[in-house]
């Protein structure tokens, strides 16, 4: 007997599949915009510096610019924990009472009930973490749309603080340990604070974690597909609980933070730290969708709204022109995210 070759018969390629695809000029910026997320509010902080440097004269100058990193600071911090959220497809309304929260005990304790400043402080920060932890149980374990629980939880933050500190502003002595974040050091002609430091160490653990830990690739699958990460075996509800309890951790930073800027701790204070952390996300390129985005991205975001905050205040514009300034960017960033989701193969 004979042995014959086995031959494997291939079905023939399509046309479709001998042919390259091609993507125009506007898809192709599509597929770089959606793989670099930053990417496109580092374009538009990098044009906001040349324009309003070419209006105002002394806006790029270093003691103008130390002073504008400085100015974000606060803003900056909340934005951490803010971007963790609405990576998970949620978001959080309360945080910046939160904040306001935090630092009233912490400033409290330390001026009127002579607790020392390093104890008060964790007491703070422990007051942070209970707040994005209430916040993420409710959303938890009581299946409750993260805005709802938030709105909420603003107005309960926002009256125990009033209450707290009897509608009234704490001021520290200027030696105190939780003023350190307000101390600045200078670098040539540049001046920062300590706070801005922190901040920026803040930025830097957190985007570590996000990037290379279990836990960060976690976070981004279930705010991606929250159901097709439960099937494949991520804790889904206790991913998002502990975005909301690390979201609680940089809160009681950020009112550390607030304290070396402000010299104590205001009840009033907090009221656009809620919209102002949003907004920094949202500009910086974080998908309110879930899943997208990158934490560096919300300080580019934050550096942009102050940018055109100082630019415009520098070249004489209306104020009221300012906050139209901040919505048109927001109602774009929002509007680029959709258009780069669409992202074709």
């Known amino acids: 007997m004979n042995d014959q070759a086995t031959e494997t018969v291939e079905a023939p390629a399509s046309a479709d599949d001998l042919v390259p695809t091609r993507h125009t000029p506007a898809q192709r ?6 793989a670099n997320p930053a990417l496109s509010p580092l374009i538009v902080l990098v044009l906001g510096l040349i324009v309003f440097g070419a209006v105002a004269d002394n806006f790029l100058r270093p003691q103008a610019l130390s002073l504008l990193v400085q100015q974000v600071a606060v803003v900056g911090a909340l934005a951490v924990g803010q971007t963790l959220i609405i990576l998970t497809a949620g978001i959080d309304l309360s945080i910046g009472v939160a904040m306001v929260l935090s630092s009233l005990v ?23 973490i209970l707040t994005g932890l209430i916040n993420g149980l409710l959303v938890t374990r009581l299946n409750l749309p993260p805005f709802i629980v938030t709105l909420g939880t603003f107005s309960i933050f926002t009256a125990i603080s009033l209450l707290y500190a009897s509608g009234q502003t704490i001021a520290l002595d200027p030696n105190a340990f939780l003023l350190w974040t307000g101390k600045t050091i200078s670098i ?5 604070t300590w706070g801005v430091i922190l901040m920026l160490l803040l930025y830097g653990v957190v985007s570590f974690a996000l990037r290379n830990t279990a836990w960060g690739k976690h976070l981004y699958a279930t705010g991606d597909d929250a159901e097709a990460s439960r099937l494949a075996g991520i804790s889904t509800d206790r991913v998002l609980l502990s975005a909301y309890v690390v979201a609680g951790v940089t809160v009681g930073i950020a009112a ?17 730290y809620n919209l102002q952390s949003i907004t920094a ?28 905050n100082s630019g415009l205040a520098l070249a004489g514009v209306d104020p009221n022109y300012q906050v139209l300034a901040t919505g048109i960017l927001v109602i774009l960033a929002v509007s680029v995210d959709q258009w780069i989701r669409r992202v074709k193969a």
């Not at 910026?29 to 959606?34: A, F, G």
């Not at 390129?285 to 055109?308: D, H, K, P, Y």
Request: charged share 5%; glycine share 20%.
């Open 188 to 192: 040539g002609s540049v001046s920062i």
């Open 256 to 272: 550390w933070i607030v304290c070396g800027r402000v010299g104590g701790a205001d009840p009033n204070s907090g009221l656009n």
């Open 29 to 34: 910026i599509q597929h770089i915009l959606h």
């Open 281 to 308: 996300v949202v500009i910086g390129g974080t998908s309110l969708f879930g899943g997208r985005g990158l934490v560096i991205g919300s300080l580019i975001g934050a550096l942009i709204v102050q940018v055109f």
């Open 106 to 128: 912490m400033v409290k304790l330390n001026a009127d009930q002579g607790v020392p400043g390093l104890i008060a402080l964790l007491i703070g920060i422990a007051v942070g």
